[in-house]
């Protein structure tokens, strides 16, 4: 019930300003592009100081090792059949990302056409909120996920309220009834073990009386 209540006040407070967009791909989109600025400045520098390494190394003399010790000892048809191979491999590959490519859209198409439905069928039914998500695949399955991050937050800090709530309350009553519960049983026992000792005290003359009989 509260975090009905939550998502409901949340939504209508959108509603009363005008329905911006809760959450958008603009954050991913900006995310991917700060990450990928960053990791391309770490690489620029990092190849510079590589480069320069590089130059410093005598890569000539060491092609020509190369050459001579490796490369001049494998005979042409297996230099060829290498060839050969390494640019099937570069072809296959090329053949795989086109192939990858075309499955990716033809998957991604119906799946964006059905979004974009859902979040008509949405706005049709709450026109007050048109415009609260933006009509795409990534936009819908951002907003689905954030909202069932905040519908879970809220269900914890409920649930977390409630159980103090509830311990508290049993900490009071339920105390409270163990220590009327023990008072009311203290007397019973003293009664008890009162009439215990008054049974077993002419049960103890007898014997007395029989032991001294027997002497």
Not at 32 to 48: C, I, P, Q, R, V
Not at 59 to 66: P, R, V, Y
Request: glycine share 6%; aromatic share 8%; hydrophobic share 45%.
């Amino acid at each position: 019930m509260a975090a009905r209540a939550l998502l409901l006040v949340s939504l209508q407070a959108l509603a009363a300003e005008g329905a911006k967009p809760l959450v958008s791909m603009d954050i991913v989109y900006d995310t991917f592009d700060l990450m990928s600025g960053a990791f391309t400045d770490a690489w620029t520098k990092a190849k510079a100081g590589v480069d320069g390494m590089l130059a410093k190394l005598p890569t000539d003399d060491l092609k020509k090792h190369f050459h001579t010790t490796v490369t001049a000892n494998i005979p042409p048809e297996h230099m060829k059949q290498l060839d050969t191979a390494l640019a099937e491999a570069t072809a296959r590959s090329v053949q795989v990302k086109a192939l990858a490519g075309e499955l990716a859209e033809s998957v991604y198409e119906p799946a964006n056409k059905a979004a974009v439905a859902a979040i008509d069928q949405f706005e049709t039914l709450l026109p007050k909120y048109r415009g609260l998500i933006p009509k795409s695949l990534g936009n819908l399955v951002l907003f689905a996920v954030y909202m069932l991050i905040v519908l879970y937050l809220v269900f914890k800090v409920a649930s977390f309220v409630f159980r103090t709530a509830w311990s508290i309350f049993c900490c009071f009553c339920c105390c409270g009834c163990c220590r009327g519960s023990k008072k009311e049983a203290a007397p019973a026992k003293k009664g008890k073990s009162e009439k215990g000792k008054a049974t077993n005290a002419p049960a103890a003359k007898a014997e007395s009386k029989a032991a001294g009989k027997k002497k």
